[in-house]
């Protein structure tokens, strides 16, 4: 499969201290470290309601965003941005937190539904469903009723170093769709540690 011509990497995550460090935010962790290893700074695009970070990877120019909307808003900023670059659809990668995934556990996939996740539902009702995600588990609280503290909550320790050490996983794999295309990162994303267990 030839490189993937991604120009929009979208985290999801709600604005603001309170939430920064919070299980939901894994989206806005993600653009983050990609902003700080491809020498991006983010800046406030009011009339988008997003902050973007221009960064080149693989030799490829790609905008960060962070929508400020709040999460059950987020599609409104991301179709202001890809409308506003004349950016394709097919070519923006969401990146979200997924409680139905291990913690540490990280998935690629083209289009599809929202599973449920209400800032995905938002960018599929603005967007359509063909753009890609890359999922980064949460795990769950075992509840259903749980669930919305649960996201809301910044995670333990040793849960905060799994996860962070998975957006650092997530983060290696960005170049690895520019250059080589998402077979290879789906391959290299999904195998299988020795054991069995995911990687």
């Not at 949460?138 to 849960?159: Q, R």
């Amino acid at each position: 499969m030839p490189a993937l011509p991604l120009r929009l990497v979208v985290g999801l995550g709600n604005p603001g201290e309170r939430y920064a460090r919070t299980r939901h935010n894994a989206g806005f962790w993600l653009v983050d470290e990609l902003a700080r290893r491809h020498g991006g700074t983010f800046r406030l695009e009011a009339r988008h309601q997003a902050e973007l970070a221009r960064v080149s990877i693989e030799g490829h120019e790609v905008w960060l965003v962070k929508p400020q909307s709040f999460m059950n808003r987020s599609g409104a900023p991301v179709q202001a941005v890809a409308g506003f670059y004349r950016v394709p659809v097919s070519e923006i990668l969401v990146a979200h937190d997924d409680l139905d995934l291990a913690t540490g556990t990280l998935r690629l996939k083209e289009a599809g539904g929202h599973g449920g996740h209400n800032g995905l539902r938002d960018c599929i009702a603005t967007l359509g469903e063909a753009f890609w995600r890359l999922r980064i588990g949460i795990g769950h609280p075992g509840e259903k009723s749980e669930v919305l503290d649960f996201v809301l909550m910044k995670p333990a320790l040793d849960e905060e170093r799994e996860l962070r050490d998975s957006i650092g996983k997530a983060a290696d794999i960005v170049p690895v769709l520019l250059a080589d295309g998402a077979q290879k990162a789906m391959n290299r994303l999904h195998q299988k540690a020795p054991d069995g267990a995911d990687k």
